[in-house]
């Protein structure tokens, strides 16, 4: 039996595993709200008119999103339906 789940369930692809420097911390999508490990997701830096602006906003300076997916329809303009 020990054999069935070794080759079912294989080791994670290193890939899948954080890597160093990875910001594990939890973020919710802007679209649809989903909570996901931020290096998991896709993060977008907004486009800041000065550089004094940047460092004024630290938390509203970023987007952050599930997929691409979720980011092209964020920018579309579309609503989240689930
Ligand atoms: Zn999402």
Known sequence: MWLF????????????MPQEG???E???CNFCGHSLAE??????TKTVASKA???DTTEDN?????NYEHQA???AGR????
Do not use: I, Q, W
């Open 26 to 28: 939890p973020r919710n």
């Open 22 to 24: 990875d910001v594990t």
């Open 39 to 44: 290096y998991r997701g896709v993060l977008e």
């Open 79 to 82: 609503g989240y339906e689930p």
């Open 62 to 66: 970023t987007l952050f999103f599930c």
């Open 5 to 16: 789940y070794k080759v079912m369930y294989p080791r994670a692809p290193k890939s899948m």
């Open 53 to 55: 602006a940047v460092s």
């Open 73 to 75: 329809d964020f920018h």
